[in-house]
């Protein structure tokens, strides 16, 4: 199971930190994503790692703003997010695939957590 949280209303030049807990399984040779659906838009690919570290891969629109990071003593996936626009706000969802890779298509992953809502304001 994933949990995604820390989403919220900010304000556009603010950061936040988005958290992904993973249960249910052992996740090491696992790839986890994070997406992000706006409103009347697909869903898009973020970032992913590979659980235990490596393998980093980051969309163009967030290269240089956003880092992904995971915590395998807390079984978490971070997606640290830093001077955020209006066009981040989305709906953002954790997700994970059997091995990890550079995947960006959201039918590669399996697991998907609920989502969490960022909203950022102009």
């Known amino acids: 199971q994933l949990q995604a949280s820390g989403g919220g209303l900010v304000q556009a030049g603010d950061s936040l930190r988005l958290s992904c807990a993973a249960s249910?399984?052992?996740?090491?040779?696992?790839?986890m994503g994070w997406f992000r659906q706006a409103p009347g838009k697909e869903r898009e690919f973020v970032a992913s790692?590979?659980?235990?570290?490596?393998?980093?891969y980051y969309a163009d629109s967030v290269k240089g703003r956003f880092s992904i990071s995971s915590d395998n003593a807390k079984n978490t996936v971070y997606l640290q997010m830093n001077s955020l626009k209006f066009e981040d706000t989305a709906v953002y969802y954790c997700?994970?695939?059997?091995?990890?890779?550079?995947?960006?298509?959201?039918?590669?992953?399996?697991?998907w957590g609920q989502g969490t809502q960022l909203t950022v304001s102009s």
């Open positions: 997700a994970a695939r059997y091995r990890p890779g550079y995947y960006s298509d959201p039918k590669d992953f399996g697991s």
């Open positions: 249910g399984r052992t996740y090491s040779n696992y790839g």
């Open positions: 790692t590979r659980w235990s570290g490596g393998s980093i």
